[in-house]
């Protein structure tokens, strides 16, 4: 095989810094693993019956390239309850990223700029990359809100979207309502569209969930069901949004994921109904645990969502903190991975309490050095 079989713009794509923690982790024995960003829950009973049910009575072909009925409509009326949009059309993707690759390559043209603030999803400025994009970055340390100043001095005229992640992958940041605000209505007025990821949109702890949608009808927004209900291998989301992009996302979506796997589409009916309400005060209390662990050695913003923490590194830089770590037996994610920043590391608390006490031992243990 030549090299130059592989396409230019997978050069620009690097998953080397995960890969490294997670090769690192296999040599390990029992480690303590703080690196997972998934719930530690799995699927909740009923969500896995109607599943079963699904593939016995036979609901295993390809489905409506927008999704069942059933779903969409469900998720359509609470959409609606909440925003009465008039023209916010809700369709079923294949996972949250399913929407975001959908929507990047539905509104990017070569050379358009999208904002995204940092620190970032790993996935963001990849799929910006994949669509012809080039990737802006707004800084949000050390607070990780937003300061709309930094994001009026990077719009241009390329500017074409705005990429927002709130509760936020890897701080746990929730950002204050009137900033979502001040961000929606900037967008509206420079006419760029708005993005709003809100998979973690359940996990708030601190004060009820907001979306910029509330304040720009216009906003275009993901969601799934990985992490409310630990489904993250079953693939499903939904994306909504103006009517308009939507029609293009479901063509697009038509001939690249076709449809989000059926069977996942019937139980994601159930999932809909399913109370998660304990499952959320279970991550707020695990939150509280871990931040009074850490806060009297380690810098830390306490996050108001997610299940993240994101300390900056005592000494070192964060790579070089993290390395000690997994020599000590404790996986955490070097920040330069979800940042062009290496100062401050990821911990995840989707995890069995005793893992997070583990882990805190080991931290402060490492602080002190
Ligand atoms: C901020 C954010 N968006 C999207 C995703 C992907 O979610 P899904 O499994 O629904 O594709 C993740 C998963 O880690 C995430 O952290």
Redo the contacts with the bound molecule.
Sequence with gaps: MQESWIAERMRHIDSSGIRKVFELARSLKDPVNLSI??PHFDVPEPIKQAAHAAIDRGDNAYTVTQGIAELREKIQASVDARYGHKDRQVFITS????G?VLALCCTVNPGDEVVVFDPF?V?YPHLVTLAGGKTVYVDTYPDFTIDLDKVKAVLTPKTKAILV?SP??PTGAVIPRDQLRELALLAHERNIVLMS?E??RVFCYDEPFSSPAEFNEETLV?D????AYGM?GW???FAHGPKRLIDEMVKLQQFSFVCAPSIVQHAGVAAWDYDTSRIVSDYRRKRDLLYDGLKDRFDIVKPKG?FYMFPRAPWGTATEFVAEAIRNNLLIIPGRTFSRTDTHFRISYAAEDKTIERGIEILNRLAKR
């Design positions: 960003g998934q996972g949250t990223s399913g975001l999803f996935m992640n936020a992958n990821d998979v973690y993901f799934g069901f990985s992490k993250t693939r499903l989301g997610a």
